[in-house]
């Protein structure tokens, strides 16, 4: 494994669609792009999103089982989500918020029909102890760009 | 040789050796190996990515799904370094019977 010169991935994807839809897309139909391997939970079928600072990100299975992956730290619609990561480098539920890195995703309107996502992990090295596995996993080719791919799919498909 | 220790440091730890050994009895997706593990998606996908680093599982594309199979190249690779360490015993047992033989002409 090499060694992250920075402890942030930044990814970014143009989507071909206006800047409001793929706003709405990102935060209110997560499960449409979220790739299905990046859940936690398995057979997730909903992702319920508190749409203000201070709100949840919540996978739901199947079965009505509930994990809380992100606190939501600013809602600033079309232009700006943010949010924690709570997840640990055992990839499990991080109670810790101390030990939680944070997403910020600015969306910019490249013309009427066109917008960038601009995703950016930030502070991966709060987690300690393995935080240099989980930036190689979200800033890899398996990592956010697949679901930023998928998600100039969903939206501008 | 880096690559023969990375294929042994992967299977040090007991869930990545169960995904190994799950993954080498049938080939088959993170979701799959998730169902049976008391590890999320996104663990057994890192697990996976280690094997996969020390050739030991490599994997494919089948329709929408990725599926994961046993590796036989990192395998012989690590019987290869194991077999060094046989043939140089053997070696030894050799020299050493010989030896002893030297030593005692009259022993059997």
Known sequence: MTIPTRPDVSVSVDVAAPVEHVFDVFTRQMPTWWDPDHHLLDDVVAMDVELRPGGTVTEVDAAGNRCTIARVIAVDPPARFAFTWDVSPRWEVEPDPARCSEVHVAFTALDDRNTRVVLEHRHLERHGTGWEGMHAAVGGTDGWAVDLRRLAGVAGG | ?108
């Open chain 2, 1 to 108: 040789m880096a690559t023969d220790i990375a294929g042994f440091a992967a299977l040090a730890d007991p869930t990545r050796r169960e995904i190994f050994e799950r993954v080498a009895a049938r080939p088959s997706s993170v979701g799959e190996l998730a169902a049976g593990l008391p590890v999320s998606r996104p663990a057994v996908s890192q697990h996976l990515r280690v094997l996969k680093d020390a050739r030991l599982v490599a994997d494919e594309a089948v329709g929408t799904r990725r599926v994961y199979r046993a590796d036989p190249e990192g395998l012989a690779m690590l019987r290869e370094y194991l077999a060094l360490f046989w043939r140089r015993s053997l070696d030894t047992l050799a020299s050493v019977a010989e030896e002893t033989s030297h030593d005692h002409p009259d022993a059997t």
